[in-house]
């Protein structure tokens, strides 16, 4: 692999400790699997590994590439596949996620989050990661008073899809 | 009606935005609004309502659980052994690794649709890369839809590829240092000597613009999907060729047998990460779903090159050549074959009005 020829910055190892339970917290909350999230939260280090990102930039860098790389993966929806496949075990131990949503709830707000506009899928992750409302614009390209709007939409469009499902 | 008679009574009611700000950060909401709020009954419910959907949502995006920090450093130490102390990385190796990235397909492929001027036998041999050679089928229309990324930032051709004949394989060597292949054995039906055309490197370079990105998005009716930090303004530069071309017997425009060697293609970008790249340039308006959904196959090694076939003209499947991965694209009107692998960096290509087994062996041949 070429990889092992690749350099990498020398605060990684620094920054991964610092940052990386907040990387895979973000993958998560798209993902509703903490496994699934793990893997994301690798891609996004080496990922990381490889840029000049300034150091104080590094947390919102990296929570918004682990919100873009873990929506990609649940759009494309091969890890989720692959792993179901490899791993039929993750049935009996399911995720602690488990305990606060069911696994049919959680597959529906996947659903959900897939089909929400890029923008309001990151800006209500990140949010919900804790960023706060400026962090949020900044990572986005988003004016801060737009924040509250667009992450109020997910929320909206959320919220229909899962009542819509419930009652159906 | 009496909320209503409230409402016509207030100058200003707050948007949705500030109400859900003033569920988990009420700080940043100025104190009119929230006077304003307080004392409104209809923004009160808007409030609530905001309250409840920000409740239900942190519930659903739930993920609880615990990090394990030292066994994911080993894991991620494991997966990637490079010394982790090492310095800042050197232009070679990035260069060496976004070789490989799709990415650099992609610009390739525009740089030859865009007219680099290159000879016919010579197009399509700068759209190949190291390592291994894999077809993604487009439709024709898709290739003339693939995004002109002039519309996502400024190319320039820096230098073109000057191709031009020269008078035998010893001139080639020499303005290519490239090794010239020899034909061991003509395939029936070609014969003579074949004619020999060079061309020098061309060099292009693409800088990545958020707000060329964001007026195409608005002229193709879509929205632009949010930019990856540190993209806008980001450059990336390809540098393809020397390549040579032998060709034997050209008529009505189709060459006997085409014998193509060439350098492949290198890339290196100013800094952002190439999945962030790839993903992004993915997700542009323009670019087929199917397309879309193929080239973002490539992504699990990184070692694979889509090298788009119009689907309604040509079919490839693969091969071998002497132990290298190889792809052969057939015309499907059986007018041309062509076989192409890569190995140490360097494309080899053999084509012709010729059968599979005939192309194949030509290149089986090659000293």
Redesign the interface.
């Known amino acids: 692999m070429?990889?092992?020829?690749?350099?990498?910055?020398?605060d990684?190892?620094q920054v991964?400790?610092a940052d990386?339970?907040r990387v895979?917290?973000v993958a998560?909350?798209?993902?509703?699997?903490?496994d699934e999230?793990?893997d994301v939260?690798?891609?996004v280090?080496?990922?990381?590994?490889?840029?000049?990102?300034p150091a104080d930039?590094a947390s919102?860098?990296l929570s918004?590439?682990a919100a873009?790389?873990a929506l990609?993966h649940l759009r494309?929806g091969r890890r989720r596949a692959a792993r179901e496949q490899a791993a039929p075990t993750d049935h009996v131990t399911p995720?602690?996620?488990d305990d606060?949503?069911t696994r049919d709830?959680r597959s529906r707000?996947r659903a959900a989050l897939a089909r929400l506009?890029?923008?309001q899928a990151?800006a209500?992750?990140l949010?919900?990661s804790g960023l706060?409302?400026?962090d949020v614009a900044a990572?986005?390209?988003l004016s801060?008073?737009?924040?509250?709007?667009?992450?109020?939409?997910?929320?909206?469009a959320?919220?229909k899809e899962?009542i819509r499902h419930a009652s159906a | 009606m009496r909320l209503l008679e409230h409402r016509s009574a207030q100058r200003h009611h707050p948007g949705d935005g500030v109400l859900r700000r003033l569920v988990d950060e009420p700080a940043g909401v100025p104190d009119a609004d929230r006077a304003h709020v307080a004392g409104c009954p209809a923004c009160l419910a808007g409030l609530a309502e905001a309250r409840a959907d920000a409740a239900a949502t942190a519930t659903a995006l739930s993920a609880e659980g615990s990090t394990d920090v030292d066994l994911a450093w080993r894991r991620f130490s494991a997966a990637a052994p490079a010394p982790v102390h090492a310095v800042a990385p050197a232009p070679a190796r990035r260069r060496h690794r976004l070789m490989r990235s799709p990415l650099v397909a992609a610009v390739g492929v525009v740089v030859v649709l865009g007219g680099a001027g290159a000879a016919a036998a010579g197009d399509w041999l700068q759209i190949f890369r190291t390592e291994q050679v894999a077809p993604v089928q487009v439709q024709t229309a898709d290739l003339v839809s693939l995004p002109d990324l002039s519309d996502y930032g400024d190319l320039q051709v820096v230098s073109e590829p000057d191709v031009h004949p020269v008078a035998d394989a010893a001139a080639a060597e020499q303005e290519t240092g490239l090794d010239v292949p020899e034909v061991a054995t003509l395939p029936a039906g070609v014969t003579g000597d074949p004619q020999y055309l060079v061309g020098g490197q061309v060099v292009a370079e693409f800088t990545f613009s958020a707000a060329k990105a964001a007026q195409a998005a608005a002229a193709a009716g879509e929205p632009l999907p949010p930019m990856p930090a540190g993209l806008d303004g980001s450059r990336f530069r390809l540098v393809a060729g020397p390549g040579v071309a032998a060709t034997w017997g050209e008529s009505h425009g189709i060459p006997a047998l085409v014998v193509g060697r060439a350098q492949a293609p290198t890339a290196f970008s100013s800094g952002v990460p190439f999945d962030t790249a790839r993903d992004y340039l993915l997700s542009l308006p323009g670019l087929p779903d199917d397309l879309a959904a193929q080239l973002r196959t490539f992504a699990g090694d990184g070692s694979t090159l889509p090298l788009p076939i119009p689907a309604q003209f040509a079919t490839s499947s693969s091969t071998q050549v002497d132990g290298h991965p190889a792809t052969v694209v057939a015309t499907r009107d059986g007018s041309v074959t062509g076989v192409v692998w890569v190995s140490d960096g360097v494309v080899t290509a053999v084509a012709g009005s010729l059968t599979e087994d005939e192309v194949v062996g030509v290149a089986e041949g090659l000293r």
């Open positions: 070429t990889r092992s020829r690749d350099a990498v910055r020398p990684l190892e991964f400790r990386y339970p895979v917290a998560a909350r798209v993902l509703g699997s903490r999230a793990e939260a690798q891609e280090f080496i990922g990381f590994g490889r840029t000049s990102v930039e919102r860098w918004v590439a873009h790389t990609n494309s995720d602690v996620a606060v949503v709830e707000v506009p890029r923008t990151v209500l992750v949010r919900h706060s409302y400026a990572a986005l390209d801060p008073g737009s924040v509250g709007t667009t992450v109020r939409r997910a929320e909206a959320l919220r899962l």
